[in-house]
């Protein structure tokens, strides 16, 4: 599916390819080939013919003999995968908040800006920027914090 000029996606239906007709290594193309891996149907003869057709399915077969066979390895692996996951995590609370922060200091700011330009209220500037009665304290003690 073409999303666009520089992205298309790809669905690969494992389980299709394995009920479909096997081929010989030789005639597969290079996405029938990882399609193959994937499947894991191969007999240990293709598997040897798949890895000396293709470099980068030999290299995989390889990282996974590794992986699969070295208890360390895996635990590394896992715990790797752990700290990625929690750091992706701890980013996308930082962004989460850095927008908030982001946000109430451009409130405030357009609070100070209609109560010295129109010489409204802090309750009329909040009105008029439709601000929820339940934020309302959180605004109003940031922009004590801001005057003083």
């Known amino acids: 599916m073409r999303l ?3 992205l298309e996606l790809h669905f690969l239906e494992i389980p299709k ?4 007709p096997k081929k010989p290594i030789s005639k597969l193309t290079k996405m029938e080939r990882w399609l193959a891996y ?3 149907q191969l007999t240990k003869e293709e598997r040897r013919e798949l890895a000396m057709k293709d470099e980068k399915i030999k290299n995989a077969m390889d990282a996974a003999q590794v992986f ?3 208890k360390e390895e895996r635990r590394r692996y896992i715990n790797r995968e752990m700290a ?3 750091r992706r995590s701890e980013l ?3 962004r989460e908040e850095g927008k908030m922060e982001g946000k109430a200091e451009g409130l405030i700011e357009s609070i100070a800006n209609l ?3 129109c010489r409204w209220s802090i309750e009329q500037a909040m ?3 439709k601000i929820p009665e339940k934020d309302r304290p959180r605004y109003l003690d940031l922009l004590q914090k801001k005057l003083h």
């Open 127 to 129: 009105d008029a920027l």
């Open 84 to 86: 990625l996951m929690d």
């Open 17 to 20: 390819y394995a009920e479909a």
């Open 68 to 70: 699969l066979s070295n």
């Open 38 to 40: 994937f499947a894991n």
């Open 4 to 6: 666009n000029q520089d």
């Open 92 to 94: 996308a609370s930082a």
């Open 115 to 117: 109560m010295a330009s």
